[in-house]
C-alpha cells in the first residue's frame, strides 16, 4: 500500500523528489488516417514528458507510491494546429496486503479538442488559463489525484478537487466545450460540481470505506472487508433515491462494476440479498453482472 507517511527519495535522473503520477499516455490517431505523422509523436512524448516529470503536490513521493494511470488520447481529425477528439482517462491503486490493484477512476472525455504546434512548451499555471490541452489534462490529473487521496482518508481529496475547479472557473472564458453548465450532465463542469455538492457526499464516503475500510483489510479478514464493502455500497440508495442515475454513480461503476462482481461471488460468505437490491437499483446498466452474484 502507498504509505501514508510519505519518506524522503532521491531518484536517480531527476532532481529533487519523485512525481506522483506514473502514466502510460497514448495519442492514438489512426482514425485521421495520417497516424505516421511526426506531430503526433512529438505530441504524446511531450505530453507524456509533462504528465510524468510535473510535481503536481506539495508532498514528498517515493517511486514506489507513484499512482498508476493511463490518458489514451483519440485524435478524429485535424486541421494545422487544431485538434478534435476524446480522452480516456483512468487510474488504480494498491489494494493493502496483495498484489492486486483497484479501479479508482474511469473517464472517458468526449469534449476534447485544442490547438498545438509541435515542439511548444507545455506549461501549467495552477491559477491561469494557458491552453485547453493544458486544461484538460491538469483537470482530470487533479481529479485523479483527489479520488486516490478520498481512498486513503475521509474526504482528503478536498485540496485537490478545488484545483480541479479552479481549473475549470478559468478555463470557461474560452468557448471550448465541457466547461459550462450547458456542456451536459456527463461533462467536466458536471464531475466536479457533483464531486463538491453535499447532494452527493455519500459517494466520498463510499469511496473511503469501501477501499480503505473494505479493500484493503480483506488480505487479513476477508468476510469482514466484504461485509464493509457491502455496508459502504449500501449508502448509494438515499443518494439514489435524491438523483436517480446519477453522472456519479455511472462513474463509480464504470470503473468498479467487474470488481464487485468478483467480490461477491469468491470468498466467505456474506449475506448479499440487500447489497443486490442496491446494485440493481442503482446501476441498472450492470444488470447482467448483479445477476452472476449467487450466494
Not at 133 to 143: D, E, P
Not at 146 to 170: R, S
Amino acid at each position: 500500500m502507498r504509505n501514508i507517511f510519505f519518506s524522503l527519495f532521491f531518484y536517480i535522473g531527476f532532481v529533487g523528489f519523485a512525481q506522483e503520477l506514473n502514466c502510460n499516455l497514448v495519442v492514438n490517431a489512426r482514425q485521421t488516417g495520417n497516424d505516421n505523422q511526426t506531430i503526433f509523436k512529438t505530441l504524446e512524448k511531450q505530453l507524456t514528458e509533462f504528465v510524468n516529470n510535473t510535481k503536481w503536490t506539495n508532498r514528498t513521493v517515493a517511486p514506489q507510491e507513484r499512482i498508476d494511470c493511463s490518458m489514451i488520447i483519440t485524435i478524429t481529425e485535424y486541421s494545422g494546429e487544431s485538434f478534435q477528439g476524446t480522452i480516456q482517462v483512468q487510474s488504480s491503486r494498491p489494494v493493502f496486503g496483495s498484489s492486486f490493484t483497484t479501479p479508482v477512476y474511469n473517464f472517458n472525455d468526449r469534449d476534447f479538442s485544442f490547438r498545438y504546434l509541435e515542439f511548444q512548451n507545455l506549461i501549467f499555471n495552477p491559477s491561469q488559463y494557458e491552453s485547453n490541452l493544458i486544461s484538460v489534462l491538469t483537470f482530470h490529473i487533479y481529479i485523479m489525484l483527489g479520488l486516490d487521496a478520498e481512498t486513503f482518508a475521509t474526504k482528503g481529496g478536498e485540496t485537490f478537487f478545488k484545483q480541479a475547479q479552479t481549473i475549470l472557473n478559468y478555463s470557461q472564458q474560452e468557448n471550448y466545450k465541457g466547461w459550462k453548465l450547458e456542456d451536459g450532465l456527463q461533462s467536466r463542469f458536471a464531475l466536479i460540481d457533483n464531486l463538491l455538492s453535499p447532494t452527493f457526499s455519500a459517494y466520498r464516503e463510499v469511496m473511503y470505506r469501501y477501499h480503505r475500510l473494505g479493500l484493503d483489510i480483506m488480505s487479513e479478514n476477508p468476510k469482514k472487508g466484504k461485509e464493509e464493502i457491502a455496508s459502504s455500497l449500501k449508502l448509494f440508495d438515499a443518494m439514489n433515491s435524491r438523483r436517480p442515475n446519477s453522472f456519479l454513480l455511472r462513474t463509480f461503476f464504470d470503473a468498479k462494476s467487474d470488481e464487485i462482481e468478483q467480490i461477491f461471488t469468491d470468498g466467505p460468505n456474506v449475506n448479499i440479498a440487500s447489497v443486490k437490491e442496491t446494485l440493481q437499483n442503482v446501476a441498472p446498466m450492470h444488470s447482467s453482472k448483479w445477476a452472476n452474484i449467487k450466494f
